[in-house]
């Protein structure tokens, strides 16, 4: 089964008091996060504690016969020759493939494979605690192994989500419970710090460095555009201005510092209709985060990745709506229309950062990624969003 029969549904009152730190939790994500000052290669395999591991390396261009292997050390009972594999292709980070025997994938490993060179991106070590926490507190599904270049889990039966289905009140309702729970975990002793700006700072000296926008584009937005996508990539001094600006504007609003997904994209959503809940895969990015972050990032996803569309981002009687389910789970209790006012007017700044955080994480992705994905395209949608909103977002003001 994906989630324990024991794991509270989204409707318990599991949701509205804030948990009791378990041993768990007590690793500091933060403190790691901050002593790490520039991007390195691993120093070896990740062995996480408590987790397999196998020193299996899979070619992310021919997955099957190195998935086939760990298939072996994980189900040896399972006979090769009846083994099913699904590819899924919606990742634009990683490659993913399925592994089954039964037709109802009832029990079914996921073997995940980085992607090239994402060691510039996501802390893999970070990831497999973070992935062991949010088991611990029924968040998320087995974490069967880790190899060489990637690591296997357990499948969550249900439906990714898309555009069309976050809008839906029903299941919006469930994603913010959802995320309510999720904010509420601590670890044991730690005084949590963002990691925005940390990661926002590195990969903008990523891309400085090894990207230089003035090689692909040396144009502000709608300014002396050139011809093609490339002529929108701000310039670097452009990108280092409004990075400082962002940290200066939104440090303080105050938004309190919780535990984030910082990835919730539609089809990292799972519902499962049997059991009336969604559930959040995938925690590359996962850690202490802005509370406002998390949600404003999750509401730029209204717009889709593929076919990405901002007439699609919430109204605001939506995310009033949605902050009120929200803040209802987190508090345990009613909030006023003032609490659910302040957050509303923190969560839209804070979108801001979440634009003008992945698109450097788009341009990174153009230069390394082998993904058939049109990384610089989806960069300059993301500075352009950015830059069209800047002056409506940062003239809300905080209700008195």
């Known amino acids: 089964m994906a989630v324990p029969p024991s794991a509270p549904l989204p409707c318990s009152s599991f949701y ?14 933060e403190e790691k996060a901050a002593a790490s000052t520039s991007y390195r290669e691993p120093p070896g395999p990740l062995r996480a504690a ?25 189900r040896p009972h399972w006979k090769p020759e009846q083994v099913r594999t699904k590819r899924f292709t919606d990742g634009i980070t990683n490659k993913l ?54 690591l296997c889990y357990e499948y969550l039966q249900g439906v990714a989500l898309g555009p069309e289905h976050i809008r839906e009140p029903r299941l919006f309702r469930l994603i913010a419970l959802e ?83 910082n990835d919730l994209l539609c089809k ?38 593929n076919e990405v569309d901002y007439c699609q981002y919430p109204s605001r009687e939506t995310q009033l709506q949605w902050l009120h389910y929200y803040l209802q789970a987190q508090k345990g209790m009613a909030v006023t229309p003032r609490e659910v006012e302040r957050l509303y007017v923190q969560v839209n700044k804070f979108a801001l950062a979440s634009h003008f955080f992945w698109a450097l994480w788009a341009l990174i992705q153009s230069k390394y990624s082998t993904i058939d994905f049109d990384f610089l395209r989806y960069a300059v949608i993301r500075f352009n969003q950015y830059f069209k909103v800047k002056p409506e977002v940062s003239a809300l003001e905080m209700p008195k």
Request: charged fraction near 20%; include cysteine.
């Open 16 to 29: 509205l008091r804030r948990h009791t730190p378990c041993p768990q939790c007590s690793w500091g994500m």
């Open 50 to 74: 408590g987790v397999p591991y196998f020193g299996i390396s899979v070619d992310q261009d021919d997955i099957l016969p190195g998935a086939l292997r760990l298939i072996q050390e994980l």
């Open 97 to 150: 493939v399925a592994c089954y025997v039964e037709e109802d994938m009832r029990d079914c490993v996921l073997v995940r494979v980085y992607g090239e060179r994402t060691e510039l991106l996501v802390d893999r070590e970070n990831e497999v605690r973070n992935f062991q926490l949010l088991r611990a507190h029924g968040c998320a599904p087995k974490l069967y192994c880790t190899f060489q270049n990637g």
């Open 179 to 261: 995320m309510a729970k999720i904010h509420s975990i601590h670890a044991n002793g730690s005084l949590p710090k963002p990691t925005l700006w940390h990661k926002m700072h590195n990969y903008f000296t990523l891309v400085k460095n090894e990207i230089n926008p003035s090689k692909i584009g040396c144009c502000v937005h709608g300014v002396g555009q050139k011809e093609g996508l490339s002529a929108d990539v701000p310039k670097v001094e452009v990108l280092e201005w409004e990075l400082a600006w962002l940290k200066e504007h939104l440090s303080q609003l105050d938004s309190p510092v919780v535990f984030c997904h």
């Open 268 to 305: 990292n959503i799972i519902y499962d209709s049997t059991k009336g809940h969604v559930r959040f895969i995938d925690y590359e990015y996962a850690g202490y985060n802005y509370q406002a972050y998390d949600i404003g990032n999750h509401f730029n996803e209204f717009a889709g990745v």
